[in-house]
């Protein structure tokens, strides 16, 4: 009877480090997953600051644009202003 015993305990015990050898195969999945994601969220977040940087070039030069059109026309104005 104690035979029958003993060897449903090492077939718990084989069951139970079965689950855990599940499990580690699992958490090992997800932590290769996370790092794809955190691998593509990294690349996202480049192509995203490459774009920033472009659009804040843009806009200087737009701004700069601008203010060289509108100086121009303040001291035209100062001009015709002053032969009056």
Partial sequence: ??????IGLCLSLAGVAGLQMMYMFYLDRLDKE????????????????????????????????????YSEGEEAWADVLDER
């Fill in 34 to 69: 996370r790092k794809k994601r955190l691998h593509e969220l990294e690349l996202r977040c480049k192509e995203l600051t490459r774009r920033l940087e472009d659009a804040e070039r843009r806009i200087d030069e737009q701004n700069e644009t601008l203010e060289a059109m």
């Fill in 1 to 6: 009877m104690l035979l029958y015993v003993l």
